[in-house]
Nanobody
Framework: QVQLVESGGGVVQPGGSLRLSCAAS????????MSWVRQAPGKGKDWVSS????????RYADSVKGRFTISRDNAKNRLYLEMNSLKTEDTAVYYC??????????WGQGTQVTVSS
């Protein structure tokens, strides 16, 4: 069965950095476009970033463009999100999702990112 397991979240001060990781299993990871989405307290899931199956094309929400970088390692079945210059408004649960932008069919349990001074 499809499994997506996120890790790497934590508490960081504004301006800090974190690197999220997602371990994928149960499907041919290298054949699928992948995304990161996030859910802030009391809100719905928001798309953050997407990457094509081969990793050659990436897209970002305007709110994170220039600060976040999505990448993948198909040999390791891993998806990553490098987050720099973090802001308090980036506080959310971050989910790895199989699919592109808001068109995804599976997601993991999420990892909490808290940006606070």
């Amino acid at each position: 069965q499809v499994q997506l397991v996120e890790s790497g979240g934590g508490v960081v001060q504004p301006g800090g950095s974190l690197r999220l990781s997602c371990a994928a299993s149960g499907f041919t990871f290298s054949a699928y476009r992948m995304s990161w989405v996030r859910q802030a307290p009391g809100k719905g899931k928001d798309w953050v970033s997407s990457i094509t199956a081969g990793g050659g094309v990436t897209r970002y929400a305007d709110s994170v463009k220039g600060r976040f970088t999505i990448s993948r390692d198909n040999a390791k079945n891993r998806l990553y999100l490098e987050m720099n210059s973090l802001k308090t408004e980036d506080t959310a649960v971050y989910y790895c999702a199989r699919g592109w932008a808001t068109d995804y069919d599976y997601w993991g349990q999420g990892t909490q990112v808290t940006v606070s001074s």
